[in-house]
């Protein structure tokens, strides 16, 4: 007699068998939606951004297509084949990324280098310009704060402070990742615009991670700089305690 | 002469009416379709989804009911709508709830939407007639009434996920991650022992009153029970039983196929991937989960639905993305449930029609040795 699944499914003690799988971190081929490939990819796109980010150029990863990771001496090699997306201007592009996890003799952020052409060739000079020229003159310093708003909505003029936000993001979550992290930036809580110096538009921020394995929201202060020459440079990161401190408001209605 | 002059006179009628000018009911449907329209590609307060739940009722009394059953921690109602043709024999069913997260808004918002689509179609699409002529439907639009609530309250609890008990003795923090509290493989991976952490599992397995809700309907219901869908974000993924890296599913083929249908069927809608695996495979291992326990106590397709985005926005969508990650949701889940039900009302047919053969078959075979 056949047993349908349905059937065996309702066998007592049949259900949900135990599998030995050794605990081992993924090595050799990887699968690319497995989450050790796409783990690693986010580490990519965070490097991406720390290096080519701007209020106009803002990387997310489209896809993982092939990938490969091997233990050597130093911690552990990740080779990548992956699609970029720049989500501005939806230009996608391919890259080809080498990162490494340093392993616990030397900790410290993961290496990355990656090669993406196409990714990178729309040309955002122009606004990049006018945004830097509209701003650096410190008449008018810009703030803001909770963008987006729970529904998702900010202000137009202040959408490129919030993809800014998401790439000095960037160098944090760069900085934070390892194989057991998945960070994204969930929200910019305020940005203050300070005066400009050596001709650098220089901001405060106060950002909140999203670091996806622990679920857990983290609160970062930074303060960077940023202009068309120089792209985005973080002078100062703080974490802020997880405030352990509620008293229950009256939720009742 | 005076039958062509009337007939005329038909004709002449018959275009104005269908010019629509002057016809009220044309102005009344139009009203209501656009507020309708804007209805789903808002996300609603707790109220609001208690008074849309009532206007459900109100306005579909033939098919949609409601039924209370349980209280969260703070002694709210935890309430589903079931959707089906009234009878008095015992039905199959699909199970879907929302918001067992707090701040996954989009998914109280696609529970509405689903509701709403199965109400709008299920008199003109034939399959999904066929589907209500068969299947209840049970949906709980918000489990975690508490955590959605206080999500609501300001900026500063936005993202909150877990509900709203408080910690166990010592601990000044709140809330217990209502999907890491499910007896399955309850505290065994995934999950954070700190209660002030964002998965912490509770005390022990079950001890969250909406927890034990949902378990008990569960409980009372599996045999009839034919697909259960959990709806979360973000991340795009259909996550299959089950969380535990060691624990693997006796159906686990059937579920990825499924699974990878429906991600096929939500590409369809808006060009958006999905990915599909367990959870240890493709985003991190875990316990305890709603899915989990539904697929131990044998409910055979039970999945996960991550719905939009890959970290753009997260937790916060944007409105205008409502509609369209409710479109392919809905085709995703739609997928699910058709291979559930011809599952159940289809392959049991081939399944007599095949024995009455191997019936003939012998008798055949036992008379023409007997010549």
């Known amino acids: ?253 | 002469m005076m039958l062509c002059l009337s007939s005329v006179g038909l004709v002449l009628l018959a275009l104005t009416v269908q010019n629509g000018h002057g016809n009220p009911d044309s102005a009344v449907w139009n009203r209501m379709e656009t507020s309708e329209r804007n209805y789903y590609t808002r996300y609603h307060n707790m109220t609001e989804i208690s008074e849309w739940m009532e206007a459900m009722k109100r306005e579909n009394p033939d098919v949609v009911s409601s039924m209370i059953y349980g209280q969260t921690y703070e002694k709210r109602n935890i309430t589903l709508l079931k959707i089906g043709s009234s009878s008095t024999e015992r039905k199959k069913a699909i199970w879907m709830d929302c918001g067992i997260h707090a701040r996954e808004w989009i998914a109280p918002a696609f529970c509405q939407y689903f509701v709403k689509e199965i109400i709008r179609t299920y008199r003109s699409d034939d399959k999904m007639k066929e589907i209500m002529k068969n299947l209840d439907f049970y949906i709980t639009p918000v489990i975690n009434v508490d955590g959605y609530i206080f999500s609501w309250l300001n900026e500063s609890t936005r993202l909150w996920r877990k509900s709203r008990s408080p910690g166990p003795d010592g601990c000044t923090c709140y809330g217990t991650d209502l999907n890491r509290n499910f007896n399955a493989n309850w505290g065994t991976i995934g999950v954070s022992t700190n209660c002030c952490g964002e998965t912490y599992c509770g005390t022990k397995a079950s001890s969250e009153p909406e927890t034990q809700a949902v378990t008990d309907m569960l409980d009372k219901m599996s045999q009839d029970i034919l697909a259960f869908i959990t709806i979360h974000s973000y991340s795009q993924l259909i996550l299959v039983p089950y969380g535990h890296p060691n624990v693997s599913a006796s159906n686990y083929k059937e579920l990825m196929e499924v699974g990878l249908g429906a991600a096929k069927a939500i590409k369809a809608v808006h060009g958006m991937n999905y990915t599909v695996g367990t959870s240890p495979d493709i985003l991190y291992p875990n316990s305890g989960s709603s899915r989990d326990y539904a697929r131990q106590i044998g409910i055979p397709l039970s999945f996960t639905f991550e719905l939009r985005d890959t970290g753009e926005y997260g937790f916060k969508l944007p409105e205008d993305q409502i509609q369209p990650t409710c479109e392919e949701a809905f085709a995703g889940a739609q997928h699910i449930i058709s291979y559930a039900h011809d599952k159940a009302f289809y392959s049991s047919a081939a399944a007599v029609t095949t024995t009455l053969w191997t019936t003939l078959m012998a008798v055949w075979v036992s008379s023409a040795t007997l010549l």
């Open chain 1, 1 to 253: 007699m056949v047993l349908n699944s349905q059937e065996a499914a309702t066998f007592p003690g049949q259900e949900g068998k135990v599998v030995e799988i050794a605990d081992v971190m993924a090595t050799g081929v990887l699968n690319p939606s497995h989450y050790p490939a796409r783990r690693a990819a986010a580490v990519v796109q965070h490097y991406l951004n720390t290096q080519h980010g701007s209020p106009y150029r803002w990387i997310f990863l489209s896809t993982v297509h092939s990938g490969s990771a091997e233990e050597v001496t130093e911690g552990r090699k990740y080779q990548l084949e992956l699609t970029m997306q720049e989500v501005i201007s939806n230009v996608s592009g391919k890259c080809s990324a080498k990162l490494l996890f340093p392993g616990e003799e030397k900790p410290g952020a993961p290496q990355v280098q990656a090669l993406c052409a196409e990714l990178l060739s729309e040309n955002i000079t122009a606004q990049e310009e006018a945004f830097y020229q509209q701003h650096r003159d410190g008449k008018n310093l810009v703030s803001g704060e909770n963008i987006p708003d729970s529904y998702g909505h900010m202000e137009p003029a202040m959408k490129p402070f919030w993809q800014l936000g998401g790439v000095a993001s960037s160098f944090i979550m760069l900085r934070e990742s390892n194989e057991s992290t998945l960070y994204n930036m969930a929200h910019v809580a305020n940005f203050t615009q300070l005066e400009t110096e050596k001709d650098q538009l220089r901001f405060q921020y106060h950002v909140l991670l999203h670091e996806m394995i622990s679920q857990e929201i983290i609160h970062w202060k930074m303060l960077f700089t940023w202009s068309p020459a120089e792209g985005v440079k973080v002078l100062q990161t703080e974490l802020l305690p997880k405030c352990h401190c509620e008293v229950p408001p009256d939720t009742t209605n």
